[in-house]
């Protein structure tokens, strides 16, 4: 999008420079020396830039959300004989606000990362069933409300927890009617105020108070000691999210055959698994281009003068929402076909291309350096 | 080699210099002094177009080689004062013996077939062998690999004593190899990924050399506390580091200190500073003279230094992505994933020396020589 507006905006120059001729009176018109920046000046315009454009407009949007599903809620629960139409309509609400979540997902840094937030919004991947095991504790307490949510462990406390209610134990139908339903309304709706509540700390500590976190990110104070570091560790949990969307969401859910390992899938009670993957690239893509701010691409090409690589990340971007977009069923079911594996096995090796284009040419250039030794596990 | 007067007397100045506890305080770059030694820091590396190094630099931070690999390197042993064997990660299957005075890779072995190595190995100098732990990849079990340092031919081949064994040293005092058994299952075809989490035993294990006898064998007190990476001091005290696999807001101590035939004990320090470690230690090293042991943790961007005598914290470093540490004659060398290197000596305040430009990411692993 970044680009063509550019393309566009360069036109507009050219047809008011040059479009006339003939006119020879004129003083000849002279380009204005190109001023660039100093590589402080452009860290700091990048990190303004992606606090101001790409992270805080994403949590606004996720709080935003946390609202209509809070409010969702308690208006599925008032209602004495809801349908099936109205639990599909609290199933939009919550596809909404997890795919917010899933778009901000590239930002594993601050008040997200600290005292368990992302833990609490999303336990994944729940290897010991810590979501059905919460969401049974929930539903046994003495009282549900969003402060019994918030005592429990962090399976119970946040968007798969509420994927649980709305989808398991026949498909949701103990919401619809039955014994039960009173309870598991209250479950839904106090989730639903615990994970408004987290939110609204993550916007909170990173806008409000007399140092938030705003300040650290855009001139590296703090847990920082400068700027670059801020990058480095965005960077670094860019590639995290990289390497968990391959390997984790899709590539280990593949497994060695079909039908793949379907119940790892992220989101395979709703089938939405893929489309979480969509908004992951979503995310990486806003924070990597800015809209039309001052990107990523921005800096590569006037500190680094990296056109070449800037080129390539540009292609890789297409290439992935190429074959993203082809996808044209939930990963749950094109793990279990010839054809569907074929696709995602190709995704797979494209997105490991892109991250190895990000970790050598764009690190190679731009000096940015992930974190190497957090994760390899030895 | 002689040795001018003019050194000798910048040496005794410098050696002397530091030693005052004052220096910290002036925040003097003793650079010139910090060259003097012939000690050698040998690590692996990788640079930004991922090619493999084991890289060798002094303790001004000088890169004196820097010698390609094809593959990523994890531990270092050496074999002499010239020698060195590079270990690859997992589930790679080379070795790499580096002549570190001329920056040649003299020999390369591969692992037999249907096994990969683990990163790690030690020299046994009474037999003349090389011990690495391997995976044995069709049955999953952590295997010791014994080659002779000459032939390079596999001499023996007996049971780690449990899954993934890692790092692996000699006793001082007794003729005994020390394992860790991680206890993680993986493979090669699943690539990172932990196959085993649920039923994981990791263990310390003892075996006398002269039969490769399982001795002694102690667990630590969590199952999914999967120990790793040691260091052994002068008296045969084990300090071992585990990487902690289980429920991610547990909080249990992440080091503890062994001796043949005692029970485990956890190194003291405040639950915030476990936290900070966020369930992961890298590297170990032993500071004998003064019963200091230090230790890395990537993840927590710390280093976190313990008493040997009552195992309590005395102090830590802030160091992102730090990787590496070793104590040489003289002090604690660090290394980090960023290409930055800090050399404390005699004290854990202010480096010596503070390398930022390197354009290389250390492994974990790194070793003094000379």
Known sequence: MKKSIQIISLCSVLMACGGGGGSSDKDPIIDPPVVKKTKEQAMAELLTSQAEHYIIPAYRGLLEQ?????????????????????????????????????????????????????????????????????????????????????????????????????????????????????????????????????????????????????????????????????????????????????????????????????????QNLSQTSLNNIKQNFKGIEAAYYVGTHYGFDNYLNEIHEGHQVGTKIDQSFIDINAQLNALNAPLEQLVNTDQGRAQLVALVNTIRDFRDLMSSEFVQLTGLNPNFNSNDGD | MAISMKEVSRRQFCRSAITLPMLAATGLNL???????????????????????????????????????ANRAHDIVAIDKQHVVAVSRRPFTQLFVVNIESGECVKQITAQSGFHFYGHAAVDTKRNQLITTENEIVTGRGKLVFRNLITWLIDDVVDSGGIGPHQCALLNSKDVLVVANGGILTHPKERRKKLNLTTMKPNLSYFELASKRLIEQVTPPHFQLSLRHFAIS????????????????????????????????????PAEFWQQMQHYT???????????????????????????????????????????????????MLTNGKGQLKYFVANLQQPLMAQQGLKLRFDNHLIAVG
């Not at chain 1, 104070?221 to 999210?241: K, M, P």
């Not at chain 2, 930004?48 to 001004?60: H, P, W």
């Not at chain 2, 590297?283 to 003064?290: L, W």
């Open chain 1, 66 to 266: 946390s609202t209509q599903f809070e409010q969702a809620s308690a208006n599925f629960c008032s209602l004495s004989t809801p349908t099936q139409d109205d639990l599909e309509s609290l199933r939009g609400a919550w596809f909404s606000l997890s795919q917010d979540w899933q778009y901000s997902r590239a930002i594993k840094m601050g008040p997200v990362s600290e005292e368990f937030r992302h833990f609490r919004l999303q336990y994944w991947p729940d290897n010991n069933n810590a979501v059905s095991r919460g969401v049974a504790s929930l539903l046994a307490s003495a009282e549900i409300n969003q402060f019994t949510v918030a005592s429990l462990q962090d399976g119970a406390q946040g968007i798969p927890a509420l994927e649980y209610l709305l989808y398991f134990e026949n498909n949701g139908a103990l919401l619809l009617s039955g014994d039960e339903r009173e309870k598991r309304c209250l479950a839904v709706m106090a989730i639903a105020a615990n994970v408004h509540d987290i939110i609204a700390d993550v916007v909170q500590l990173w806008t409000e108070g007399s140092d938030p976190f705003f300040a650290s990110f855009t001139q590296g104070s703090g847990d920082y000691t400068t700027q670059q570091a801020v990058l480095e560790d965005f960077v670094t949990n860019w590639f995290e999210l990289i390497e968990v969307i391959s390997d984790n969401k899709i590539n280990h859910v593949l497994g060695f055959e079909a039908p793949g390992r379907i119940n790892d899938a992220e």
């Open chain 2, 31 to 69: 650079t010139g002094c910090a060259n003097l030694s012939a000690t050698r820091f040998v690590s692996g590396a990788t640079d930004a177009t991922q090619q493999d190094y084991l890289v060798v630099f002094n303790d001004s931070g000088e890169l004196l080689h820097q010698v390609a690999l």
């Open chain 2, 234 to 269: 002068d008296t045969d005290q084990v300090i071992i580091g585990a990487q902690y696999q289980g429920y991610h807001r547990d909080t249990l101590p992440l080091i503890y200190s062994h001796q043949l035939g005692e029970k485990l004990q956890p190194l003291k320090a």
């Open chain 2, 282 to 332: 890298a590297s170990v090293s032993i500071d004998n003279g003064a019963g200091i042991v230090g230790v890395s943790s990537p993840r927590g961007g710390v280093i976190g230094y313990w008493q040997l005598a009552n195992r309590t914290l005395i102090t830590s470093q802030k160091f992102t992505d730090c990787a590496g540490i070793t104590f040489s004659k003289e002090g604690f």
